[in-house]
């Protein structure tokens, strides 16, 4: 099938995966410079009418970056849309990308023909974001351009299938675009995901320990601090199971070892935000790669580490 010519020419593989509250257009315009895909989700701009506010900057920074460097012009950008019914704000944050063309939208929990369908009617590009094969197929009969194959070890809403295994079962039957998140936080685990048969690596946690992020800097700290060992996997904040840093389940007065479950029909993406999402703003959410974050860096200094290791991981095996 090849790959759309949105994700073409990348510095490397990379796709920064949006980042509920802490993707911003700070992290975004400096994830585009730095050569691979910037995303946010569309509700972190709040109230509505700031989306606009937020892809006006965006085009044109990215533009006037691109006029002043023609030799290394920037990456594009992402738009996450939750396309669950419950989301009030869907069919307007649609427009938006539509009136500003942005590159490619994300949509995640449940495919929509009707949100496909206005992305491509400019020419832009639909990632959809999976957790087994069987929604894979469902995105991709309803008009999906490519996957995100969402495994075990994620931030955020992940599942709990194995990388190896969900990568190897959807490439039974799809040739299309494929972004591997689970775990990604190098360039060697992108290397990785390329030889698994995926195109990309989709990279989330990592990102949060950089000086754009929308993040408190004790959480930044925290990314780097931790491991694989501190993360909690629980449906209880957002009624979605998904995985978080068990010290900031403690320091909500919560066992970590004893959670209840979620009512998974109660969760909620309307413009207000539901009770469980703020919880995100005190539960922080974020993959089992974080055990490689080893510092706080710049957007670009991280990319920049990224791609060293990459072109070390290849050297080594002598691709």
Not at 95 to 115: D, F, H, N
Not at 142 to 161: E, N, P, W
Not at 214 to 228: C, F, G, L, R, T
Not at 247 to 257: H, R
Request: contains cysteine.
């Amino acid at each position: 099938m090849g790959l759309p010519k949105q994700l073409q020419n990348l510095r490397i593989p990379v796709i920064g995966s949006p980042l509920f509250i802490i993707s911003n257009p700070d992290i975004v315009i400096e994830q585009c410079k730095a050569g691979i895909v910037g995303s946010f989700p569309a509700l972190n701009a709040r109230p509505g009418p700031v989306l606009e506010e937020w892809l006006i900057r965006i085009t044109e920074e990215l533009a006037a970056y691109d006029k002043a460097n023609p030799d290394r012009p920037s990456a594009p950008f992402a738009v996450n849309q939750i396309v669950h019914r419950s989301n009030d704000r869907l069919m307007h944050d649609v427009e938006m990308c539509v009136k500003y063309k942005v590159p490619i939208v994300i949509t995640s929990l449940g495919a929509r023909v009707e949100v496909n369908d206005a992305i491509h009617s400019y020419g832009g590009v639909v990632l959809h974001d999976i957790i087994n094969d069987k929604f894979a197929r469902k995105a991709v009969e309803k008009g999906a351009d490519g996957l995100i194959a969402v495994a075990s070890g994620a931030g955020g809403h992940a599942g709990t299938i194995s990388p190896f295994a969900l990568v190897q079962d959807i490439r039974k039957w799809y040739d299309g675009p494929i972004a591997l998140s689970g775990s990604i936080a190098t360039g060697d685990a992108v290397l990785a995901a390329q030889a698994m048969g995926a195109d990309f690596g989709y990279i989330g946690s990592a990102f949060i320990a950089t000086k754009e992020a929308n993040a408190e800097e004790n959480y930044k700290q925290a990314i780097v601090d931790y491991s694989a060992e501190d993360i909690v996997y629980t449906n209880l904040f957002t009624g979605i199971h998904g995985n978080y840093l068990k010290p900031s389940i403690v320091d909500a007065g919560m066992d970590p070892d004893n959670l209840p479950v979620s009512d998974p029909s109660k969760m909620s993406f309307g413009s207000g935000g539901s009770e469980k999402s703020k919880a995100w703003k005190d539960i922080w959410g974020c993959g089992q790669g974080i055990g490689a974050v080893d510092a706080v860096r710049t957007t670009a200094d991280y990319v920049d580490l990224l791609e060293s290791q990459y072109n070390a991981a290849k050297a080594r095996i002598g691709v």
